[in-house]
C-alpha cells in the first residue's frame, strides 16, 4: 500500500509540476527538458529521450537527451519510420520492446554513434488533435512489467503534455512567421525589415563593413494591374520575388515593402559590389517572362536606387530615404536602371 501512494504521490506530482511549467512559460526547450527530467526520475531506466518529426520530410531529430552525451545526437536525423522511434511516429501506436534483438524494426544507428548498447526500448508518441509530433522514448527500463502496471499511463500523459507544447510551439512560430511576411508573396515585409536592420547595422560597424540597401520599384505596373487585374497583378509580384531570389547569396534579405515596390539588403558589400548586384537581378528581371503558365506572356523592367552604408547614411531611416530617392530618380528619367550616389 504505501509503494502504491508513493506512486500515486509521485505521479500526481509530476503532473502538476508540468501543468504549471506548461502554463508559465513558451519556451518549448525548457519544457521538454522537464518533462524528459520528470520521467527519468519516475521512471529507472538508463535512457531517455524525446524526438521530434520534422513536418516538412517526416524525419525525426533528438531534441531532449538524457543518459548519453546529448551532443553525440546534434544533428544525427532519423528517416521517416526509421528505427522503433520512426515505427511509433509514423503509426501513432506505442511500443514496448523487452528484448529489441528480436525486432526487425531495431536499428543500432544510434548505438554505434554514442557507444550505448539498448537492449530494452518503451517508445510513447507524442500526439495531440490526430497529429504525432515525435515520440518519448525510455531505454533498458530496469522492470518492464512493474512499468506497464504502474507508470505507462502517467507517461502516456507526460507524453500529451509533451505534445500540447509543441502544438502550442510551433502556433507561436506560425504566427509570428505571418506578422513578418508578405500575404501575397511570402516574402518578408516591412515590419520585419524595421525589425533587423538596426541589428544589421550595429554587426557592420562592429566589423568596420560596408553594406548596401536597395530600393527597387516595378516600372509602369498600374498597366499591368489594368490589364489583367489584380489577382494577376499579385501573381507577377510574386514571379518577381522568385526571379531577385535566384540572384541573391543566402546572406541576402529581400523584402516586400509595399504595392510594387522591394527592399533588399545585400550585407559585406562596397559600392562597387552592390552595383554589380543589382545590374545581375535588372538583366534577370527585364530577361524573364511572367505570368507565363497564365498564357499571359508579361514582361517588365524595373528602376533601382542603392544607398551604402556608412558611407552615405548612417541611420537607418536616412538611408531608407537615400536609396528611395536613387530609385525614383531613375524612374522619372530613364527607367529600367539604377541610381546611386
Request: hydrophobic fraction near 40%; proline fraction near 2%.
Amino acid at each position: 500500500m504505501t509503494n502504491d501512494m508513493d506512486y500515486e504521490t509521485k505521479a500526481l506530482a509530476a503532473c502538476l509540476e508540468i501543468g504549471k511549467v506548461l502554463t508559465s512559460t513558451l519556451n518549448l526547450q525548457e519544457i521538454l527538458k522537464r518533462i524528459v527530467m520528470k520521467v527519468s526520475e519516475l521512471i529507472e531506466a538508463e535512457n531517455w529521450s524525446l524526438l521530434l518529426k520534422d513536418p516538412e520530410t517526416g524525419e525525426s531529430t533528438f531534441e531532449i537527451v538524457v543518459g548519453v552525451d546529448e551532443k553525440l545526437l546534434k544533428g544525427v536525423r532519423l528517416a521517416q519510420g526509421e528505427g522503433i522511434a520512426g515505427r511509433v511516429i509514423e503509426t501513432g501506436r506505442p511500443q514496448i520492446i523487452q528484448n529489441v534483438k528480436e525486432d526487425p524494426n531495431f536499428n543500432r544507428k544510434v548505438d554505434e554513434i554514442t557507444g550505448f548498447e539498448t537492449q530494452s526500448i518503451i517508445c510513447i508518441p507524442l500526439k495531440t488533435h490526430g497529429k504525432i509530433l515525435g515520440a518519448l522514448e525510455i531505454l533498458n527500463v530496469t522492470d518492464t512489467a512493474f512499468f506497464q502496471e504502474k507508470y505507462f499511463l502517467i507517461l502516456t500523459i507526460l507524453s500529451d503534455y509533451a505534445a500540447i507544447a509543441i502544438e502550442n510551439s510551433q502556433q507561436c512560430d506560425r504566427i509570428s512567421h505571418l506578422s513578418i511576411t508578405d500575404e501575397y508573396t511570402g516574402l518578408y515585409n516591412a515590419r520585419y525589415l524595421y525589425q533587423v536592420l538596426d541589428d544589421i547595422m550595429e554587426q557592420h560597424t562592429a566589423k568596420d563593413k560596408s553594406f548596401a540597401i536597395v530600393f527597387m520599384d516595378i516600372d509602369d505596373f498600374k498597366n499591368i494591374v489594368d490589364t489583367y487585374g489584380h489577382l494577376m497583378g499579385s501573381m507577377v509580384l510574386k514571379e518577381i520575388g522568385q526571379t531577385i531570389s535566384s540572384c541573391l547569396h543566402e546572406e541576402d534579405i529581400l523584402i516586400k515593402y509595399g504595392g510594387d515596390e522591394y527592399i533588399i539588403i545585400l550585407p559585406d558589400r562596397s559600392r562597387q559590389e552592390a552595383i554589380v548586384d543589382v545590374e545581375k537581378i535588372r538583366h534577370a528581371i527585364r530577361n524573364s517572362t511572367y505570368l507565363k503558365y497564365e498564357n499571359q506572356a508579361v514582361r517588365v523592367t524595373a528602376s533601382f536606387g542603392i544607398a551604402i552604408y556608412p558611407d552615405d547614411e548612417s541611420t537607418p531611416k536616412d538611408l531608407l530615404i537615400r536609396a528611395d530617392k536613387m530609385m525614383y530618380s531613375v524612374k522619372r528619367s530613364t527607367k529600367n536602371g539604377y541610381g546611386i550616389s
